[in-house]
């Protein structure tokens, strides 16, 4: 039962999948999803490098505070 259920699970992705690659609108949509992946990727890692440099600053500036003040 499970064996009948996987291949026809298949079969359907399959068609789907052999209709995408036919239909060119769908081409540029995952071509276009490919780009956004790609930016959302380097947007995050320079949001996190920038939160680094960030928070090194306000520590660095806090620590200077701190021993001119003698805290």
């Not at 009948?4 to 071509?31: N, P, Q, Y």
């Not at 959302?40 to 939160?51: R, T």
């Amino acid at each position: 039962m499970m064996a009948a259920m996987a291949s026809f699970s298949i079969s359907i992705v399959t068609r789907v999948l052999a209709g995408l690659a036919r239909d060119c609108k769908a081409a540029t949509a995952v071509e276009y999803g490919l780009i956004l992946a790609l930016m959302v990727i380097v947007l995050i890692a320079g949001v996190g490098s920038l939160g680094t440099q960030t928070s090194e600053t306000w520590n660095g500036l806090y620590n200077r505070i701190s021993v001119a003040t003698g805290r």
